[in-house]
């Protein structure tokens, strides 16, 4: 297994600093933006499509850092009602898999999206319960009549440049948890699974051991983020973990996004690294950093630190006191 950085956290660099950072940090790769909500500081989409030379100085800056790119991220809403901001979105995501595919990194990282309710609204909406019965019936339309067309025609774009989708299961968008990200993926085809999140699922109450082994049954992982979550009874007890209370208020959020380590400790992060060995995992564990209790600098390092003691560098060998 390598350890990874989503590298937002450092688009204060160039990235060739970014790179030597993180090479001496001991990082194997990067997640680079390349549109969406993580930007493209560091990886300018219309600056390395189609242009065979950018793309040669690229790899031979990776190299020379010892570093390669575990996935190319675009994190956007091309299930919109905005048209304009769809197409943006759709656009931003297709042209990443050509990338990628371009760039020979074998995944793309995203978000499914979220339609509006209904034909004529203007603005998303996240059905979280099925009644009143228009709940319900919004829910219906958003995946009969929005998501699964749309994701089984960027499938089939997928398939064709020979890249996976990694959807990350996220709130406020259609796919936040294992059975959706499940039934998307028998909806479309092989080629599109999950960009595993742990962060996301700690506060829904889902146990990320079981979900791992649960998608890993369908071959349904293709990325995975290190990032942990730290949900705080305090605050949980008397107003749930659906909370509006903004990240910067950390002491009155139910929960927060933690730097590896700070939400769950070494022996659950152990865990999880073996369940991902079960199911056969051994690509990237990529740090995502948006622990507003630290420093990016400060959050990465001691991620590293702790994902060292727990990543598998090496593969099995054969089971000699089984026989």
């Given amino acids: 297994m390598d350890i990874g950085v989503h590298t937002p956290p450092l688009y204060g660099e160039s990235l060739s600093d970014a790179l030597a950072y993180l090479n001496d940090i001991g990082v194997d790769a ?3 933006g390349v549109g969406g909500y993580p930007g493209d500081t560091h990886l300018p989409r219309d600056e390395y499509l189609d242009d065979d030379d950018a793309q040669e100085e690229l790899h031979s800056l990776l190299a020379e850092h010892d570093m390669h790119i575990s996935a190319l991220a675009t994190h956007n809403n091309p299930l ?11 656009t ?4 990443a898999i050509q990338l990628a595919d371009q760039l020979d990194v074998n995944t793309v990282t995203c978000f499914s999206g979220l339609p509006a309710g209904g034909p004529n609204d203007e603005v998303p909406n996240w059905i979280t319960a099925p009644w009143p019965t228009e709940h319900d019936e919004a ?3 958003q995946w009969e009549e929005v998501a699964i067309p749309y994701w089984r025609d960027l499938a089939e774009h997928a398939a064709d440049h020979g890249v996976d989708v990694a959807i990350e299961m996220h709130p406020n968008m259609l796919i936040h948890e294992p059975a959706g990200m ?7 085809n092989e080629r599109i699974g999950t960009n595993f999140d742990p962060s996301h699922l700690y506060w829904q109450g889902i146990d990320v051991v079981e979900a791992i082994r649960f998608l890993g049954e369908h071959d349904a992982i293709h990325h995975f983020h290190a990032k942990d979550t730290k949900v705080y009874e305090s605050q949980a ?10 990240y910067d208020e950390e002491a009155n959020r139910s929960w927060l996004f933690r730097s590896v380590g700070y939400g769950h400790g070494e022996e659950h992060w152990k865990d999880i690294v073996s369940a991902l ?12 950093h948006e622990d507003s209790l630290t420093s990016s600098t400060e959050g990465l390092e001691k991620a ?8 598998f560098r090496t593969t099995p060998g054969e089971a000699y006191w089984a026989e």
Avoid: C, F, W
């Fill in 80 to 90: 919109h009602p905005d048209d304009e901001q769809a197409e943006e979105a759709d």
């Fill in 237 to 246: 007890r008397y107003k749930g973990v659906l909370d509006t209370t903004p």
């Fill in 139 to 141: 829910h219906t339309y």
């Fill in 30 to 32: 990067i997640e680079p």
């Fill in 304 to 311: 590293v630190e702790m994902l060292e003691r727990v990543v």
């Fill in 277 to 288: 060995r079960m199911i056969e995992y051994d690509g990237t564990l990529s740090i995502e």
């Fill in 182 to 188: 499940l039934e998307l993926r028998n909806s479309t």
């Fill in 92 to 95: 931003e995501l297709r042209e």
